[in-house]
Structures are given as C-alpha cells and as structure tokens.
C-alpha cells in the first residue's frame, strides 16, 4: 500500500457507527409525556425480552421437564412429613403439596435461584461493554427490569403452568375458591418478579468491585432458596429463625404468592401481603440505585 | 514432499428444514463437493471464496475436527480424521477470530502449558520462544495478562503459541481480522519469515487481499464446495489490478470533479468516489484534488476480495 | 527457499498408537494441566476467591438445616431417624460434589459447541472430554463436598453403627463408586448435548434432582422411582442400597443382599455406558461413521 502514510485512520470507513440506543425525550418541564415516551419503551423492552425467551422452545420444554421432576421429589418427601405430623405449619397434605407445584411454578418464574438478566449482564462484564451501558441514554436499571419482567411473563406461562398442570394431574391439590384470588395472585408474583430483581441487580452490580460475581451469585443462591421458603414453608421454621424468615426480602418471593395462592392470608391480611412485597421492592430499587450510582462514580475514575 | 494431500474429499451434512407445520424435511447440503489438491512442504497457499464456500469446512476437515464423508485425505503424513491427537502435534492453528490464549494469566502461562501440553523438548522450547519473542517483539507483554493485550499483542501471543512446538502446517484463520495497519505488517513479516527460514508449510484463508499478496506464491480460490482456480498471483493480479477507489470529502457539495487519471463513479452530498487505476500511485490522483478543490477528508479502497474473485469468475467463464 | 527448509527438519516420525493405558493416563495429566490453569488464573483473584470458599461452606449448611428443621416436627421420616438422613445426605451430597469438582464442567458443552471452543480443544493434543470436564474449573466448588463430608462425620458419630468388616470396607467404596456413578450420569447426560443443545436441563433432573432424592430414605418415594434407580439409571448404588447394609435396614424393594454390595459393578457400567455416550457425540459433531 503506497498510500498507507496519507490517511490515518479511515474517515469514510466502511464499517458503520454500532446502532445506539434512543433516547428518550428528556427535556425539563414536559414530565407527562416524557413519562409516557419512557414506559413505551420499556413497553417495548419488555415485549422484546419476552420475544427473545420465547424463542428457546425446546429449553423452556426441558426446563418445565426439570421442574415437574422436582416437583414430583419434593411432593413425596412433603407427604412423608405431613403423614408424620397431619395439620403442620397450618397446611394439611393437600395444601401442602399445592405448595410445592406452586412454588415450582415460581421458581423459574421469579428467578429464585437467580439468572434472568443476570446472565447477559455477566455476559457484559466478561466483555468489558458493562462500562459503556452505564451511560446510555436508556436508564440501566429500567432496562434491565423491563428486560426481567418480559421474561417473567414468558416463564409464567412456560415454566409455571406445565408443573401447575401435572401437579394437579398426579396429585389432589387445593385451587382458589375465590375467582379474585388468581388476580391477587398474578398481582403478589409480578411484586415477588420485582423484589428478585431488586435482590438479583444488587448482586450482579458486585461486579464492578468483585471479579468473582460468579461466587456471590452461588452464594445468594442458597440464601435465597432457603429463605424463600422454596425448600421448606417459612411456617415450620421455627424460634428466632421462625421470627426473622417472614421479615426478609426473600418471603416476598414464594411465601407471599403461596399465602396468597391457598388463601392463608385474606382481607386486611392480603394488603398487608402485598404491602410487604411493595415496601421490599422499593427499598430494593432504591438501594440498587444508590450502588448504581457508586458504580458509575468508580467508572469514572477508574476508567472501567 | 507432498505434506497435504486430498484426493476427491467430500462433505456433505444433513440439514433438516422445517417443511409444513410438523413434518421436517431431511435436506442434504454439500459444503465440499469433490477437493483434490496437493501442497508441498514450504509452500505458502492462500485459500479463499466467498462466506459459505466451503473453507471452514475444509479448514475443520484438515485438522481432524471433522470428518470427511468420502474421500481420501493426509495431512503430514497423518490421516486427520483418525490420528486427531498425533495430527495436533505436528499443525499450529490460529483463528483470527477466538484467541486460545489464557484470558486472565500472563501470556507466559500459556506458552509453559503449550510446552507441557506438546511435549516439546527443553531446547526446542526455549530456541522457539525465543526467536518469536524477538520476531514478534513479545518481550514486554509475556508478563502481562492476555486480557489486557490489545487485538494486534493478542494475535501475535496466538501465532506464538501456534509455532512453539515445530509444527509442519500452520493454518490461518484470517490472521489479519481486525488488526490495525501496523499489526496487520508485523503480522505478515512474521509469517513470511516462518515460511522461508523454517519452511513451515502455510494455509491461509483471508479476506484481505494484501495478505494474499504479500505472502502467498499459490492461490486457491474455492466456490460451492470446489477449486474454480488452483495456481500463481497472476490471474489474481489480473483481476485485482483494475481500479482502487478514491473516496474524497468535499467542503460542500459539487457537481462531479474533474480530475486527471481519475473518473468520478458517485456522488453523494459533499462526497465522491473516483476510480483510477490499480497500479497508479494514489498520491497524483489525491495531489491534484487537493490542488483544485476543497478537500476535506479521503481514503482509498483497495477493490474487495469479493470483486477480485467475481472478476476471476468471469475469466474462467470467458477462458 | 523451500528445499532449504526441509533439509534442516527432521523427517516425520510414524504415528505410534499409545496403549489405553498410557491414553488414560495422559488425559488425567491433560485434566490435570487445564484444571491448574484455571486455578491460577482464578487466584489472580485470590481475596474474592477466598471469601467465596468460606461463604460457600457457610451457606451450604442451609441445605442440611432444611432437614434439620423438618426433624423438629417429626421423630422420623419415612421411618429413618436424623442420624440416618444425616448419612444419606451426606454421602449423596459428597458423591455429587466431587463429580461436580471433577468432571461438573462437562454440561457447558452445548455453549462451548456455540462459541467454537469445542473446535479449539479438538486441534489440541489432549482428549476433548479431559479438557472440557477441566474448562473453568474452579476450587470454590469444594465448598459442597466439604459440607457434606462433615455432616456425614457427624452422622457417624451419632450412629450407633455396628462396624463389621465388610460396613468399614464399604464406606470408602461407597463415596469413590458414588462419585464414579454420579460422574457418569453427568458426561452421559452433556452428551446428549451433541444431539439436542437443551438436553442440559435434562441433565439437572438427574444429578441434582437425583442427589435430592438421595438424601431422602427409599420408603418416602414410590416403589417405581426406587425401582428406576436400581434397574434405569443406577442412581440407588450410590448410596440407598449399600447404606442398607451399613445401617441395617430392610430393603423396601426386598432385592437380594448382593445388590448391596454392587456399586463397583454399577459404577463400572455406568461409565462405560457415559463413554460410549460420549464416543458417539463426539463421532456425530465430526461427522464420522454411520
């Protein structure tokens, strides 16, 4: 190339500029439609996360696979202990085993045992662009919750209603007697999807300080499913564990939704259900803020 | 001595497309479709086509990923398909693309595990190591972690590690991909020196021409799974040696330019693009734009391997 | 230039074929290799690792506290003390996470498939299967086999286990052919991978939906499941048969007291039947044979 010294970097290059994201209007003063520009693009993020889940057919087959199997282990050990001890923790044989295909449901669902967004924003970090997302135009945490709610209404419908189905094929299990009670429902599991998130945003942002994110993650793992109440409901723990269990962010992912399922909690007992996953997720979010925020300052003095 | 050889290789997989709501149509797809060829030691041979012509395939084949589904193939003096541990002794591979160096360790780490991994002798080790420290000019970064090389640092630790246990083949997977201008010549100097001082025989696919013409003595160009030209530079040269293009940024916009040696082909808002020919120095061409109008910003286009093949094509339809 | 070159090299040495015994051995030594590479590259980031390990530990406890806590309900389960969970879980519990330590990486192959890297481990001189069970590898999963070694000591001391020698010999069996098993089911299982790219799900049901069953006595599942893993996939020579004998239990199946001592045989032919596996993935991804 003989010409190499007279065009340094190439200024009409052929490869063009990586897409950015829009942004939404942000101009001062014009907070109704500025809200309204931004909730249709999260709209929009949110149809596209549940489109991209619901490409993966065959995984979501295996996964609901997985679930069922579990599901059918956990049920056995359950009737075992309720034939031990009839009337446990308040449920008997059939709602405790409602309990297991429900919380088997959920599990996927409300991304108990982590992942979801998690994975692509591992994914980021591994590649370095975690640094660049800080500062798109689009708010990162509002992203990525939009991204997990899309693929909590995808798992919802495919990795909760196959073990439901079964379940209640296999086994004699309690369905709501109330028509409302599947509305407060759906209203306590998009609430738990939001508390997980809250949780799971936290520990993904240890990346920043952490280079083993991974490690948190296992260990947030187990917390989140003995806590939860995935394992075992939080009624039958008992003393001072029995006391804190309920009071922790976890509850707000199976133990509430599963109250609310078999109707254990009704009237002024549901609001204060839901006023429980509520107060969780906002304390959650704003925590995952403010770190968001420390994150962004290390950025930008550490360059990335 | 012939160290590749293919006689009459085939490959063909199985692909099944959905045909109707549930029923699945088994379709057969031949990526290669009937190679023979042979490449002597030290040769150095540019292999290329277009996406999907069937030169991964064929890279895969040669190495002992895949498996031919006939035909006869040595590589060596080993049948890769069978020999697959015995044949990764004796050939270097680097992908452009994937680095096989330890992300987060030095890139000294890799090397000790190549050596322990290949089994190379002591001497041979430390003598390999050391010329291509030098050749690659590698001995500031051999304790710095792969992570934090650059593009250009990282493929020269790839070709490193690729060479360190003497192999007779060394397969490039578009060496040059993404590498600055800089990279892209220490890259090219170091294999030529691989090629004629150690006489390691080269396979190289790429979609820079340079590289093709700065190294290679033998070009094979493959489409649909066969060779449609199999031999020296010239008819690469011939069809290649038609036009560059000289992208210029006007201060606004004009009608076409006139230039000598050069006619415009586009124009857009303040830019155009002139073509003139191959051979011709680009500096006049950019010389007398600069002389007669307000030039802003230019680069030149060598043509597109893509063109270069097209034109091969052609000739081999008209030949 | 060419003919020079050749002159100086050496001519090409003929292939010798290496007995199976030295090709076991040298994909050991490849696992091994690979494995030290990931530990150290992980130890470049030795505070976090550290802490991780000991949360690991920590927090794995909760696993076994979950059956704690059901025994502060209920005497017994299905008929079998704590003690005698304490054993199932442990040694189920031990099994999987030293297959998991060992060769757990295996069920990312359909990802190293995706990513090319697969491709990068076939050009290497090293077996495959050895390189991929040693992809990240990292120390941190030690935290579960930790964890269950200690509460299977604890259960041995608060059994009341009548030693001869046959229940002493087949404790050490017991945990080597477990973890043999559990390593077969999980490259049998990532096998399939070759096939079907979502057969990893498929997989969890068995190791880790299958340790869960361990842990629980063989009196609280259904006679079909126990009889499937005896007779299907040989999860019950982990640990429930040759725990049988050990504790002393009637077995609920009423299977001949040879079953008991089988788990080497089990292990043997699990493991052929996962290599068989995995040979023809491997033949299918390279396209070779019928």
Redesign the interface.
């Known amino acids: 190339m003989q010409n190499a010294g007279l065009h340094p970097p190439d200024p009409v290059g052929d490869t063009p500029a990586p897409p950015r994201p829009r942004r939404p209007d942000a101009a001062p003063g014009r907070f109704a439609p500025d809200l309204l520009a931004a909730l249709r693009l999260y709209a929009a993020v949110a149809r596209g996360a549940f489109r991209r889940f619901a490409t993966?057919r065959?995984?979501s087959?295996?996964?609901a696979?997985?679930n069922t199997?579990?599901g059918?282990?956990?049920a056995?050990?359950f009737?075992?202990?309720w034939h031990?001890?009839p009337g446990?923790g308040g449920y008997d044989e059939v709602t405790a085993v409602t309990y297991i295909w429900v919380s088997q449901g959920l599990l996927v669902t409300v991304a108990v045992m982590g992942g979801g967004f998690q994975d692509d924003v591992q994914e980021r970090f591994r590649s370095g662009d975690i640094a660049i997302d800080l500062y798109r135009p689009v708010d990162f945490q509002g992203w990525w919750l939009a991204t997990d709610l899309g693929r909590a209404a995808f798992h919802l419908l495919a990795r909760g209603v196959p073990p439901m189905l079964v379940g209640s094929l296999v086994f004699r299990v309690r369905l709501p007697e109330h028509p409302l009670t599947w509305v407060y429902f759906l209203l306590a599991t998009v609430l738990a999807v939001v508390v997980s998130f809250g949780v799971r945003f936290l520990v993904s942002l240890t990346g920043f300080w952490?280079?083993?994110s991974e490690?948190?993650r296992?260990?947030t793992l187990?917390?989140s499913?003995?806590f939860s109440g995935m394992?075992?409901p939080l009624a039958?723990?008992?003393g001072l564990l029995g006391d804190l269990a309920p009071l922790l962010p976890w509850a707000a992912l199976v133990k509430v939704p599963t109250d609310v399922f078999l109707e254990r909690v009704t009237g002024p007992g549901l609001l204060g259900a839901l006023g429980f996953q509520l107060g969780w997720a906002v304390v959650l979010l704003a925590a995952g803020r403010l770190v968001q925020l420390l994150a962004t300052r290390k950025v930008v003095v550490q360059g990335g | 001595?012939a160290l590749i050889e293919l006689d009459d290789v085939r490959?063909t997989?199985t692909v099944r497309a959905k045909a109707g709501r549930l029923r699945r149509e088994k379709r057969e797809v031949r990526a290669v479709d009937g190679l023979t060829f042979t490449v002597?030691?030290?040769?150095c041979v540019g292999y290329i086509g277009p996406n999907g012509a069937g030169k991964s395939t064929t890279i895969?084949m040669l190495?002992?990923?895949?498996?031919?589904?006939a035909g006869r193939l040595r590589v060596?003096?080993?049948d890769p398909?069978r020999?697959?541990?015995?044949l990764?002794?004796?050939?270097g591979?680097v992908?452009g693309q994937?680095t096989?160096l330890?992300?987060?360790?030095p890139l000294r780490?890799s090397y000790e595990?190549a050596r322990?991994?290949?089994?190379i002798p002591d001497h041979r080790y430390r003598a390999n190591l050391d010329r291509c420290v030098e050749l690659l000019d590698l001995g500031a970064l051999l304790d710095t972690?792969v992570r934090q090389l650059s593009l250009g640092q990282r493929m020269r630790g790839d070709l490193a590690a690729a060479l360190l246990h003497d192999p007779?083949v060394l397969y490039l997977d578009e060496p040059t991909i993404g590498l600055d201008v800089v990279s892209k010549a220490k890259v090219r100097d170091f294999l030529r020196e691989v090629n004629?001082?150690?006489?390691?025989t080269v396979l190289l696919t790429t979609h820079d021409l340079t590289d093709i013409e700065q190294l290679c003595d033998r070009v094979m160009v493959i489409d649909h799974g066969r060779v449609v030209h199999d031999g020296g530079l010239e008819a690469l040269h011939a069809a290649g040696d038609s036009e560059r293009t000289l992208v210029v940024d006007l201060a606004g916009s004009h009608p076409p330019i006139e230039v000598p040696g050069a006619r415009v082909v586009r124009v857009e808002g303040p830019r155009q693009w002139l073509a003139f020919p191959s051979q011709e120095s680009a500096a006049p061409v950019v010389a007398a734009v600069a002389a007669r109008y307000p030039l802003v910003d230019l680069s030149v286009r060598e043509p597109a391997i893509e063109d270069v093949i097209a034109r091969m094509y052609a000739e081999v339809a008209i030949g | 230039?060419?003919?020079?070159?050749?002159v100086?090299?050496a001519p090409?040495p003929?292939?010798t074929r290496e007995s199976p015994a030295a090709r076991v051995a040298w994909a050991v030594r490849?696992w091994w290799?690979?494995a030290a590479?990931w530990t150290?590259?992980?130890m470049?980031?030795r505070a976090?690792?550290v802490?991780?390990l000991c949360?690991?530990v920590v927090?794995?406890f909760?696993?076994f506290?979950?059956v704690i806590?059901?025994f502060?309900?209920?005497?017994?389960?299905?008929g079998w003390t704590l003690p005698e969970l304490g054993f199932l879980y442990g040694t189920s519990a031990l099994a999987l996470g030293l297959a998991n330590l060992f060769v757990g990486s295996v069920d990312a192959l359909g990802e190293r498939i995706r990513t090319?890297?697969l491709?990068?481990m076939?050009?290497?001189?090293?077996?495959a299967l050895a390189q991929l069970c040693a992809e990240r590898f990292s120390l941190?999963r030690l935290g579960r086999p930790a964890q269950a070694a200690a509460v299977l000591l604890w259960s041995l001391t608060a059994l009341d286990v009548h030693w001869t020698w046959d229940r002493v010999l087949l404790l050490p069996v017991l945990v080597v052919c477990g973890t043999l098993i559990f390593a077969a089911v999980f490259i049998g299982f990532a096998s399939l991978q070759f096939w079907?790219?979502?057969?990893?799900?498929?997989q969890?049901?068995f190791t880790y939906?299958g340790a869960?069953?361990l842990q629980?006595p063989p009196?609280?599942?259904?006679k079909e499941?126990v009889a499937g893993t005896v007779f299907g996939i040989p999860l019950a020579f982990v640990n429930w048969l040759p725990a049988l004998r050990i504790l002393d239990r009637p077995d609920p199946l009423g299977l001949p007291t040879a079953f008991q001592y089988a788990s080497p045989l089990a292990a043997a032919l699990a493991l052929a039947v996962a290599g068989l596996a995995w040979r023809a993935g491997l033949?299918a991804y390279?396209?070779?044979?019928g």
């Open positions: 993966y065959a995984a087959l295996a996964g696979f997985t199997v579990f059918l282990i956990l056995s050990t009737l075992a202990l031990a001890r446990l952490l280079q083993d490690g948190v296992s260990v187990v917390v499913m003995f394992l075992l039958l723990f008992p | 001595m490959r997989f002597e030691a030290g040769e895969k190495t002992g990923i895949l498996v031919p589904t060596a003096g080993v398909a020999e697959r541990v015995a990764a002794r004796r050939i591979v992908f994937r096989t330890w992300w987060d360790l780490d595990l322990r991994l290949y089994r972690p007779r004629r001082d150690l006489g390691t | 230039m060419a003919d020079q070159a050749v100086t090299r090409l003929a292939v490849s290799l690979a590479m150290r590259a992980i470049s980031y976090s690792f802490m991780m949360a690991n927090v794995t909760l696993d506290v979950v806590l059901m502060r309900h209920t005497d017994t389960l299905g090319g890297t491709d990068i076939l050009v290497r001189p090293a077996p941190r079907w790219g979502e057969a990893k799900e498929i969890n049901s939906g869960t069953v629980y009196t609280v599942f259904a499941l033949r390279r396209g070779a044979g």
